[in-house]
């Protein structure tokens, strides 16, 4: 019985194993059949991509732009990036044309495509001087197509490249020929409905600049509306000047607007505009030296201030020395009141040979700011600029510069060396109606909110509430000072004349102007003699004299303090959240 049960049971597993004798070949013509290792996928993906990197002839849209003396987008891609290291992401996003077989309802091909007017993706540069090699993320406006105007996955992709460079904390360059997926009327027609304007990629824009992910951008034609905006929102930004323009609305609009007829994109918002009212940083003859500005800053700064130090390099990495004395600094500064000089030298004199960088010299000029290293390590520069119309003192646009500058390296971790010569705040009737005290109030709330250590070198002049900003945010305060160094509540200018103004009239009344000069000559004496910055040092009102050409060894002893212990309790300070730097 049971041996039957189980032959029986052997018997049904066998049918269910065995091939039936006669089994049924599936014919390989069978209709709409495909192939098997999806080549015709792969075959629509690669016409894509070839349609893609080789524009037609009969574009008008290449055609304009080549004839406008600009670069095609992936052109800027591969000079600004090392050679094969770009990684497009959404390489075949666009629109397609589809043409379907009339053999296979299933099999399509490609008939016609417009690829996305906005390539992007991971690509590796190498920084200028310093050979550091980095990994970025890379957007480029197309021009050529729709004038960069939004174009159906422009906005996912730009989504998507904010937050992954957030994520991956890899800095972000954004190359703005364009609107960058900005509006236009024309998506009305095509979509059949107008929308409210979104912003969906600012609110990562906001964490990076924060959080001191690199973002660079470059104007490289004209920024319109949205890209004016995204190039604007960016550490730091360079025009060339050659194609580059930016404004919120272009010529045509705003002649229909405002009645202001036959402007020019470089009249409107040219170089001549933007780079001298601070909206855009630097100015660069063309583009590829604005790409040269790019990696420069680039490679000063961490690719995360909330979790790294600034890259260092060799002590020795410019043939420079940390010791390196100066003797011509000690004649720099006229022994003369009132005479100017070129900070400029002082500056390239102190820092590392070769290594200042600018940022924004065209705007802003009563200050001077940029970048530069001291025995490799990377620093923030500031300097009051005695040769501006105001001698130095700090007029709106100075003041919002600092700020910006000071924001800056707060969010990259950089310690800051500035030159200190300034006389007070500008005054007169323009600088009251420019709102000097209210920029001047910003900039004393970037200095005492920010962090970032700052070392001061008075050179000379360090007066009233602009010259306590500037020296008196951080305690204990470092400053050290020039011989040459004055300082008070306000300068003797007008001062004496302030403080001493009855007993001087009195004088005049009594015995005449001749014994009133007298006597404001002697008070101006006795002030000066006072005012020896010797006698500041003997009371500690400054923590050294220093002999100028020493200037070079006392920074760079700073600067590698600040590079030691300093910075890695900082670091820890901000991953734990308990300093928060916010550059917005």
């Given at each position: 019985?049971?041996?039957?049960?189980?032959?029986?049971?052997?018997?049904?597993?066998?049918?269910?194993?065995?091939?039936?004798?006669?089994?049924?070949?599936?014919?390989?013509?069978?209709?709409?059949?495909?192939?098997?290792?999806?080549?015709?996928?792969?075959?629509?993906?690669?016409?894509?991509?070839?349609?893609?990197?080789?524009?037609?002839?009969?574009?008008?849209?290449?055609?304009?732009?080549?004839?406008?003396?600009?670069?095609?987008?992936?052109?800027?891609?591969?000079?600004?990036?090392?050679?094969?290291?770009?990684?497009?992401?959404?390489?075949?996003?666009?629109?397609?044309?589809?043409?379907?077989?009339?053999?296979?309802?299933?099999?399509e091909s490609v008939e016609?495509?417009?690829?996305?007017?906005?390539?992007?993706?991971?690509?590796?540069?190498?920084?200028p001087v310093s050979k550091q090699h980095r990994r970025v993320y890379i957007?480029?406006?197309?021009?050529?197509?729709?004038?960069?105007?939004?174009?159906?996955?422009?906005?996912?992709?730009?989504?998507?490249?904010?937050?992954?460079?957030?994520?991956?904390?890899?800095?972000?360059?954004?190359?703005?020929?364009?609107?960058?997926?900005?509006?236009?009327?024309?998506?009305?027609?095509?979509?059949?409905?107008?929308?409210?304007?979104?912003?969906?990629?600012?609110?990562?824009?906001?964490?990076?600049?924060?959080?001191?992910?690199?973002?660079?951008?470059?104007?490289?034609?004209?920024?319109?509306?949205?890209?004016?905006?995204?190039?604007?929102?960016?550490?730091?930004?360079?025009?060339?000047?050659?194609?580059?323009?930016?404004?919120?609305?272009?010529?045509?609009?705003?002649?229909?607007?405002?009645?202001?007829?036959?402007?020019?994109?470089?009249?409107?918002?040219?170089?001549?505009?933007?780079?001298?009212?601070?909206?855009?940083?630097?100015?660069?003859p063309n583009e590829a030296a604005a790409f040269e500005q790019l990696k420069t800053v680039l490679g000063f700064l961490p690719d995360c201030g909330d979790?790294?130090?600034?890259?260092?390099?060799?002590?020795?990495?410019?043939?420079?020395?940390?010791?390196?004395?100066?003797i011509n600094l000690r004649s720099i500064i006229p022994r003369k009141q009132g005479r100017m000089y070129n900070p400029y030298t002082i500056i390239t004199s102190v820092v590392d040979k070769t290594s200042f960088f600018e940022i924004g010299r065209l705007w802003g000029t009563t200050a001077i700011t940029g970048l530069a290293r001291l025995g490799g390590r990377p620093v923030g520069i500031i300097s009051n600029n005695c040769e501006s119309p105001t001698g130095g003192a700090l007029d709106p646009l100075g003041s919002q510069k600092l700020t910006r500058m000071i924001k800056f390296c707060d969010v990259f971790n950089l310690p800051i060396v500035q030159f200190v010569d300034i006389p007070g705040y500008a005054i007169g009737t323009a600088a009251e109606r420019g709102a000097?005290?209210?920029?001047?109030?910003?900039?004393?709330?970037?200095?005492?909110?920010?962090?970032?250590?700052?070392?001061?070198?008075?050179?000379?002049?360090?007066?009233?509430?602009?010259?306590?900003?500037?020296?008196?945010?951080?305690?204990?305060?470092?400053?050290?000072a020039w011989p040459s160094g004055e300082w008070g509540s306000l300068p003797l200018e007008g001062g004496i004349q302030v403080a001493h103004r009855a007993e001087l009239a009195a004088i005049a009344k009594k015995e005449g102007e001749e014994a009133m000069k007298k006597k404001y000559t002697e008070l101006d004496t006795e002030y000066r003699r006072l005012m020896n910055p010797v006698r500041a040092a003997n009371a500690f009102g400054v923590e050294q004299i220093i002999d100028p050409k020493d200037t070079r060894s006392v920074v760079c002893d700073w600067v590698k303090d600040m590079y030691g212990l300093v910075m890695v309790e900082r670091l820890e300070d901000r991953k734990a959240r308990r300093i928060v730097p916010t550059f917005t």
């Open positions: 019985m049971v041996q039957g049960r189980a032959t029986s049971r052997l018997s049904q597993l066998s049918s269910h194993i065995a091939p039936p004798s006669k089994q049924r070949k599936r014919s390989s013509k069978a209709k709409n059949a495909l192939p098997a290792d999806y080549s015709d996928l792969m075959a629509q993906m690669a016409t894509m991509k070839t349609i893609t990197k080789n524009p037609p002839a009969s574009s008008k849209g290449y055609a304009r732009q080549k004839a406008s003396g600009k670069m095609w987008a992936r052109e800027r891609i591969e000079l600004f990036l090392d050679k094969d290291s770009f990684r497009e992401v959404g390489a075949v996003s666009g629109t397609t044309t589809w043409k379907t077989s009339p053999t296979n309802a299933l099999q016609g495509f417009v690829p996305s007017n906005n390539p992007q993706g991971f690509g590796q540069i190498t920084c957007t480029a406006d197309d021009y050529a197509i729709r004038a960069g105007h939004a174009d159906g996955s422009s906005h996912f992709k730009t989504l998507y490249g904010e937050e992954t460079a957030l994520k991956l904390k890899i800095p972000v360059v954004k190359l703005v020929d364009g609107s960058s997926g900005g509006g236009s009327v024309t998506t009305i027609k095509q979509q059949g409905w107008s929308y409210l304007p979104p912003l969906v990629s600012f609110p990562a824009v906001i964490k990076q600049l924060d959080a001191g992910i690199p973002n660079l951008g470059a104007v490289v034609g004209p920024a319109i509306g949205l890209g004016a905006a995204r190039v604007v929102s960016t550490h730091f930004s360079v025009m060339a000047a050659d194609v580059g323009s930016l404004f919120n609305a272009g010529p045509d609009v705003v002649a229909k607007a405002t009645f202001e007829e036959g402007l020019t994109l470089q009249d409107l918002g040219g170089p001549d505009v933007h780079c001298r009212n601070g909206t855009i940083d630097n100015l660069a979790l790294q130090a600034p890259p260092v390099l060799p002590d020795s990495w410019s043939g420079d020395t940390v010791n390196r004395e100066d000097t005290m209210k920029w001047g109030v910003e900039l004393a709330k970037a200095y005492f909110a920010s962090t970032t250590p700052i070392f001061s070198v008075v050179t000379r002049r360090c007066y009233g509430i602009a010259g306590a900003v500037m020296i008196d945010s951080r305690s204990p305060r470092s400053v050290v």
